[in-house]
């Protein structure tokens, strides 16, 4: 009985962790063989919250509640938040695409990566940055489109996925709003990298 339990909370929990991603166009064959990928990030369209806020809004509307709390605060984490994307959310995706994609098949992964044949585009789409109050908490959400596209002529879209929610936890506590999205990416690229190992090699 107590095995039945526990296989049902781990079918429920990977249920909860589960994202969505779904192939708008092309395949992952042209991936077989390739031994490098360059990768760009673009936060160009992001969008925050619920409400679909702008990058701009969200800063300006955090900071100034933070400001309000204690004064100064909202300004120290505005650098925070501008730094995140370099120093935080795409090195997460990285090291979690290399590990689960690049060792597994000798691949380089990496941004500036001018040789490589192809370049994955990551379009930053959507974040929910979640909220952790020691004793309840909301891991946050990150959603993404892949464009694989030739190095070249980047107007060729290969393969283009969507994927949708995934989410940005860990054991413990975690009241960085950026640790947490981290987190989200970090996921993102594992996901990104077990499908293309898996539907690429077949």
Same mark, same amino acid.
Request: aromatic share 10%; net charge positive; no cysteine.
């Given at each position: ?11 429920? #929990? ?6 969505? /991603? ?13 031994? %490098? ?22 800063? #300006?509307?955090? $900071? ?22 370099? &120093?935080?959310?795409?090195?997460? !995706?990285?090291?979690? /695409?290399?590990?689960? @994609? ?8 990496? %941004? ?5 044949? +192809? ?8 974040? @929910?940055?979640?909220?952790?109050? $020691?004793? /309840?908490?909301?891991? &946050?959400?990150?959603?993404?489109? @892949?464009? !694989? ?16 929610? &995934? ?8 009241? #960085? ?22 539907? &690429? +090699?077949?």
């Amino acid at each position: 009985m107590k095995k039945i339990t526990l296989i049902a909370f781990l079918l429920v #929990s990977s249920l909860g962790i589960a994202q969505d /991603m779904k192939v708008i166009k092309g395949d992952y064959k042209f991936l077989n063989g390739a031994k %490098e990928l360059n990768v760009e990030f673009n936060y160009s369209d992001l969008k925050l919250m619920k409400d679909n806020l702008t990058n701009e809004e969200y800063v #300006s509307k955090r $900071a100034s509640e933070l400001n309000e709390k204690t004064k100064g605060n909202g300004d120290v984490w505005k650098k925070k938040w501008a730094t995140s994307r370099e &120093a935080i959310w795409g090195p997460k !995706f990285l090291e979690l /695409m290399n590990k689960v @994609y690049g060792s597994e098949k000798d691949v380089t992964i990496q %941004e500036d990566l001018k040789s490589a044949k +192809y370049t994955l585009i990551v379009d930053v789409v959507w974040i @929910y940055p979640g909220w952790d109050a $020691a004793v /309840m908490k909301q891991k &946050a959400k990150v959603s993404l489109n @892949y464009r !694989f596209v030739e190095t070249a002529n980047k107007s060729n879209v290969l393969l283009e996925i969507k994927s949708e929610e &995934a989410p940005g936890d860990q054991w413990g506590n975690n009241f #960085s709003n950026e640790s947490r999205i981290g987190e989200g990416f970090a996921k993102s690229g594992k996901s990104l990298g077990k499908e293309i190992v898996k539907k &690429a +090699y077949r």
